[in-house]
């Protein structure tokens, strides 16, 4: 008797079929992945990426149309009827403190000669002519009234008159002196008017067309050649602000009032 030929069983039978065909598809899948390998790259579609927002960095395109340089605002801006400046330097400023009294001219009008000699203060009113003393006492009694209106009298007419500006006066005389008064009735005009001939009195021009006594004496002494005590006297008749703006002229130009040798009243101003 032949032996028997042992059989493989059945369940190794199944294993061997599976393994033949899982090699089959692990060559099938290699030459695949090999064929695709083999395919250029620049072939594969690029990946769709979503837009990018818009920003300063990518806001201009390539072939985008420039854009003009910003416009430049002026910071300032000249009319349009401003004149071409002139190649002319400007003028100098001038000094505005004056060296001297402005324009007013006469016998009222300060003139004073630094160099010259001092004129002398007087204060005894029996040294005065028996006309001018007259005069003096009628103008301090018309003050102490109070009433303007008894300057009437004294002022005069025509020629007679007072000079009581520098400039021409129209109408009444009297209404322009109250009209000079901060109350608006011409008590400070009358006020000042006292104080005035109260003060010490000069005796300017003796001898000349223009020979006068004036009060207050300040008027013929230059401000720097007051000494103390005169300077309490002028303050009586003037504030120290006065003083100052007066220091710039040298010279004394409050109100001061004239009488001549014969007794007429000449002038009562103040001003240069």
Known sequence: MRPKTETAPRGALRLAVIGLAASLVLALYASTAFALSEIKREEIPAPVLPPKPVTEENATPEKSVPMPDPIQT????????????????????????????????GPAAPNLDPEGPLPE????????????????????EAAKTGDIEKLRPLVGQGEAMPQLSFGDIEGDPIAFIKGLSGDGEG??????????????????????DEDLYVWPYFFGIPLDKLDPRQKVELFKIVTAGDYEDMKQYGAYVF???GITPEGRWAFFVAGD
């Open 74 to 105: 002026p910071t300032t801006t000249p009319p349009a009827d401003t004149e071409e400046p002139s190649d002319e330097q400007p003028a100098e400023p001038q000094d505005a403190t004056p060296t001297e009294p402005g324009g007013a001219t």
């Open 121 to 140: 203060i007087v204060y005894d009113l029996s040294r005065l002519p028996e006309p001018v003393a007259r005069m003096r006492t009628l103008l301090v």
């Open 187 to 208: 008590q400070e005009i009358l006020a000042i008017m006292e104080e005035v001939l109260n003060a010490g009195y000069v005796h300017l021009g003796e001898g000349t």
């Open 255 to 257: 109100y001061r009032l």
